[in-house]
């Protein structure tokens, strides 16, 4: 059997059709090697775009209707064929990242859980909110209308792939998943850094659509070799919502082409965050050794090329407990001089990463405690940790030090008291995360830092680290700006459905023409709202007297 | 006692103080009379604003983190100081807005009955969406931690008046009600058009906050000559979020600002509709005069000065149907003719509405059925009905068409082949409702109208009208872009609280320190997704094993 490798194209998939092998190209680039890899890919034309766009359109007056049982089979179907391209997904997406074969192993397995998840939720039903309020014709002055909503897909959704995750924040990622979960066409864009992981992904994404027999154009995939093709497709009248996860940039730039547009529509860009890691006097005393270890680890993983990673950490450096602070700097230097160097996914993320940390260390006011040496003879994207040192004061004065360098490096921050600490907390932008080392007591004693906190982030961790986000239910993968467009949603967890959706209501229809979801028989048998209490039974009689 | 009336001031109300008489000024003007009414008012300074601004974001501290309990007794105090003023307020708001005594009584009704409602909400708990996934400490390859998650409160909301509704979209209408329930503190920006309402219903619903000791800042108030007070507080960087219900040149205006923003911040505007009343065949036979009289009522009630006036009504006209879509315009005409005039509610809205039945009046394809002659000695803003005739060729083909006029003016627009009608319906932007007039029988024919339909609109009305909108769990009064800023929300109902709040996870924390709508105990007894099954009950342990 042909491996799916050599049978990449480098060309976009429309719909059920493949794009042309023309126009601007590009190759893969092997971050280990520095050298470029086959085949060549073709950056999507404006006519591709447009045919993405159009079937996407078609393909939304079906999906949107169909089924739970059906979405879900779809859904199902994708994870599938992604297991079962086996080794040469992940020798694919290792060559084009430096991620190591475990890690696209466990990316790869994440992401087809993500799809089971969505699979489930749909297939169960409840997750549409259904509310029904019930007539009362006996109402006065006026006889109360019967009223019935629920959440709707909102239209075709263009998903741009992140550099960092190739496979679950990428073509059949999260947002890919909750889309085509809530009824929406997904046009995908490719990120340019692993096309190949793309296209391997994106035809198993159309063979599971035909075998499924969904709609043509529930699923197009365009390469890039800019931007110029995701902004055309940000700009293109049919497209209804666009999920980013990458720079603030990019994130930014597209927030802006979309809120330009004739019709504006809704972008949700998960874009930067440092994810202050908090500990408390308590904590440093009993596990100092430990939490190190631990800190190590998250601000490394993957390079340090997570969202998620602790960009700064703030310890206690009043004299109670300095002595401990100082022993906990000392064991993170060590752990960063000893834990060897790194390849970084892309040339633009390397170039950033060895500029910021120059800069960086250049700052007022900010050591270096830690910037071992790259082994000798390194080819490829190789940069060494950096470890730097500041204080409160002058990290609550210096925006400058508030941005994220993306890569593995983090920089302690030492407060001299409360106050000190309060300010730091009041001074942070808003990220997706913030983690508190502490114990119980400690919590109990800074209850005001926790609460400041809570309306910077949009997960609160206690006695964890940030990287290695569980996905479930309660999952929040999100934030105030900058850390994303719009703080009130979630990339990740089965929540992510509802960015995708929109609310209609119907009136006085007869219980024939309703969606199953708001017929009076529940033949569904969901959860829904009816006059304001959760109940999974039928409607007994359209005229009940209400509850309100 | 001294009337409400007699107290005006007409400064700006910051927290617990007022504003300055200084600065730009301007008073009411009697719509019906063209006089000019007591007192001056006084648009907010520079100064001001940044204080409104600065006391909001003091009290978002401690009213985010308010009980349900207290932030309903505040809901249910403002209704109650609003139902106290009586007929002060009709008074007033009544010369302010030519609306009628009964329409202000039955709209000051709708106000209190919706700051109770969402005091319901609040004091029931419920609407956080508590999620909990628990700990599974033995999970390989990685133990599971415990996720909780739930809605919290954004930050200051600056809320804008609608000229059209000057209570119920006003100072303390659903935007307030919805921001307060959810924990967030409100600016208001008065409209120019009724101050002294505004500034009745502000001084009660400070007072209800004095005396139910919410922090100062919970509430302004700002007075505007202008523009330049709400552009200038959208900009304000201590704002999270706008509410606006006007013109779509004044929303798409917000929404650019907001946009542009160092830190954009989402706008929820509700702007225009032409909300399409389809007459399917079998219902144009069966109850043409009884359609004809509602839909009468529907365009001029409040002199059409509703979001959900219907702007355009379509009859078939082919061989089958003519004949009575002809007596359907009759009768509609007869009506038109001998309601009389109608008094609008500004001078903007009236030239607006002068000019643009002109200009439709001239449009080639269209023609004018009725146009009565206003009374002679008529003062104020007096305007006749109007209505026009198209056919749905014309309208399809000529976007100008599709703008709103508002006030009491309709078109009528005939199909002669269903293709015609599904092509009509395609061509619209988006708008608030639909309504279909119809058999059973017909809905049953004309499902692909529906499905049409229920992309462009948030609510679907079957054999009714869509003005005098229900306010209730499952409404809906949204609609896409034009309609709104944002079609996947809703202005008025229960769910207009999740406009105003994000979510918020919390990962692994001691069960003392997580706030009660999230504790194990689940000591406020609200319904939570614990594990991903709906539940009111207790967590029983912390390690139960997961249905995921």
Redesign the interface.
């Known amino acids: 059997m042909q491996s799916a490798i050599s049978k990449l194209t480098g060309r976009s998939i429309l719909g059920y059709a493949d794009g042309e092998a023309r126009g601007q190209s590009f190759r893969a680039v092997n971050p280990s090697t520095g050298k470029e890899m086959e085949p060549q890919f073709y950056s999507a034309s404006v006519g591709e775009i447009n045919q993405a766009a159009v079937l996407a359109e078609r393909a939304?007056?079906v999906w949107?209707?169909a089924s739970g049982k059906t979405k879900a089979a779809l859904l199902r179907k994708i994870a599938e064929k992604i297991e079962s391209l086996g080794d040469d997904l992940v020798t694919r997406a290792t060559e084009e990242t430096a991620l190591t074969p475990a890690r696209i192993k466990s990316e790869a397995a994440r992401t087809c859980f993500q799809l089971r998840?969505f699979a489930?939720i749909v297939e169960e039903g409840?997750w549409v909110n259904a509310?029904?309020?019930q007539a009362d014709p006996s109402r006065t002055p006026?006889p109360?209308?019967d009223?019935?909503?629920f959440h709707?897909a909102?239209?075709p959704v263009a998903v741009f792939c992140a550099s960092n995750f190739p496979l679950a924040f990428s073509v059949a990622g999260g947002d890919t998943a909750s889309a085509l979960a809530a009824g929406n066409p997904v046009v995908v864009k490719a990120h340019g850094a692993h096309p190949g992981t793309a296209e391997m992904v994106g035809q198993v994404v159309r063979e599971a659509a035909r075998e499924c027999h969904a709609p043509e154009g529930v699923f197009s995939l365009l390469f890039d070799a800019g931007v110029d093709v995701g902004v055309s497709l940000v700009k293109h009248p049919l497209i209804k919502a666009v999920g980013f996860t990458g720079s603030l940039q990019g994130g930014r730039a597209l927030?802006?082409v979309a809120?330009?547009r004739p019709?504006?529509?809704?972008v949700f860009a998960e874009m930067g965050s440092i994810n202050p890691v908090f500990i408390l006097p308590g904590a440093i005393r009993e596990r100092s050794a430990e939490i190190a270890k631990g800190t190590h680890a998250s601000v490394t993983l993957a390079a340090g090329q997570f969202c998620t990673k602790p960009g700064i950490v703030i310890t206690a450096a009043d004299p109670a407990n300095v002595a401990q602070s100082r022993e906990f700097a000392a064991s993170l230097r060590e752990l960063m001089r000893a834990g060897g160097d790194f390849t970084l996914l892309t040339s633009r993320i390397h170039d950033a990463y060895c500029s910021g940390t120059k800069s960086r260390a250049s700052q007022p006011g900010v050591s270096e405690l830690a910037q071992p040496a790259i082994a000798p003879g390194s080819v490829g994207l190789r940069v060494a940790p950096v470890l730097f040192e500041t204080t409160a004061s002058e990290f609550t004065r210096d925006p400058q030090l508030h941005a994220e360098i993306f890569g593995p490096s983090t920089m302690l921050v030492s407060y001299s008291s409360r106050e000190e600490l309060l300010q730091l907390a009041r001074s942070l932008e808003g990220h997706l995360t913030a983690t508190i080392h502490g114990t119980?007591q400690d919590?109990?004693e800074y209850?005001d830092l926790?609460?400041i906190l809570?309306?910077k982030?949009?997960?609160?961790?206690?006695?964890?680290f940030p990287t290695?986000l569980?996905v479930?239910?309660?999952?929040?993968h999100?934030g105030?700006?900058?850390a994303t467009?719009?703080?009130?949603?979630?990339s990740v967890g089965s929540?992510a459905i509802?960015r995708f959706?929109?609310?209609?209501?119907?009136?006085?229809?007869?219980n024939?023409?309703l969606p199953d979801e708001l017929k009076n028989e529940n033949p569904l048998r969901i959860?829904r709202?009816i006059?304001?209490e959760?109940t999974r039974e039928a409607v007994a009689s359209k005229t009940r007297a209400t509850s309100?």
């Open positions: 939304f007056a949107s209707r998840l489930q409840s509310r029904i309020d006026l109360k209308p009223m019935r909503s709707r909102l239209g927030m802006d809120a330009a019709e504006p529509i809704p119980e919590l109990h209850a926790v609460a809570e309306s982030v949009g997960r609160l961790i206690f006695n964890g290695g569980e479930c239910h309660a999952t929040v999100g105030p700006y900058p467009s719009d703080g009130r949603s979630t929540q509802y959706a929109r609310l209609v209501c119907f009136q006085n229809f007869p024939a023409s959860w709202l006059d304001g959760q309100l």
